[in-house]
């Protein structure tokens, strides 16, 4: 099949063919000695708009045209500010409340993860678009959660959406000895009051429960070991919760086919 030139391409093909002629037409008053300084004006602007049209990357948008980046920008705006999303919905989406999204934003919103050390390049998204972001990602699940979905979902590319990810990871690191710890004295006596109160279990500080965290591929390195009673290689997790539902304690890194008791 015979290619197929865009509107641009077309474009410059024409504007090219017309500076051709008007060099021609140059050279033919220079052979005659016939001066005349308009059409040489003429030919100097032609060449320039040319120039100028060949450097333009787009040269057909329309008045109403919207960047990425202002898409992006309002998009995030109606996730967050109006009824694009029910309650419902939302926590559907990003796996949390609007309430709890705004207070996760205020301990992370002045990280320095968020400022481009580059300001001559694009200037990296605002804090509240990084979390939304690996929110549904974590939010996600089989062929939902792969880069080039989640990244139409943000009206980005998917290089754009695993660095926005990666990034919020990084930040969130950082508080996790804020986070999650284990209650000094005074504070388990409090939980063990509560839970005594709700549940009738003395003596009791936490709950314990082990997860699967599934894997894409098998490890290379005693990969058997990572076989899990669920059919598929993955590493096991023991997250430890109070009665508030506040994580106290997470153990990570046994292989999937370790039982919970031994972790």
């Not at 990666?166 to 063990?192: G, T």
């Not at 699967?212 to 096991?236: I, Q, T």
Request: charged share 30%; net charge positive; aromatic share 12%.
């Amino acid at each position: 099949k015979m290619p197929r030139y865009s509107k641009r391409m077309l474009f410059l093909h024409r504007r090219l063919e017309l500076l051709m002629k008007r060099h021609r037409s140059k050279q033919l008053r220079f052979l005659l000695d016939m001066e005349n300084e308009f059409q040489d004006d003429m030919d100097l602007m032609a060449a320039m708009q040319f120039k100028r049209h060949s450097k333009a990357r787009y040269l057909f948008r329309s008045s109403c045209y919207k960047s990425r980046d202002d898409k992006r920008t309002n998009k995030v705006y109606k996730m967050l500010h109006t009824d694009k999303f029910t309650p419902t919905e939302f926590k559907e989406h990003f796996r949390v409340s609007r309430e709890m999204f705004w207070a996760i934003h205020e301990r992370i919103s002045d990280d320095v993860e968020f400022v481009s050390v580059q300001p001559v390049k694009r200037k990296r998204g605002s804090s509240e678009l990084h979390l939304l972001v690996l929110l549904k990602f974590l939010g996600s699940n089989g062929n939902e959660a792969t880069a080039s979905k989640l990244g139409q979902f943000f009206k980005m590319s998917k290089g754009s959406f695993l660095n926005y990810r990666n990034r919020m990871v990084v930040v969130l690191l950082k508080h996790l000895d804020d986070s999650v710890f284990w209650p000094e004295a005074d504070e388990r006596k409090e939980i063990a009051k509560r839970i005594e109160e709700k549940f009738l279990f003395p003596n009791c500080v936490g709950f314990p429960d082990g997860t699967l965290l599934p894997l894409e591929l098998k490890p290379h390195l005693s990969g058997e070991d990572y076989f899990s009673r669920k059919s598929c290689y993955a590493v096991n997790a023991l997250i430890t919760c109070d009665d508030i539902c506040q994580i106290r304690d997470v153990v990570i890194g046994w292989p999937g086919s370790v039982h919970d008791n031994r972790v």
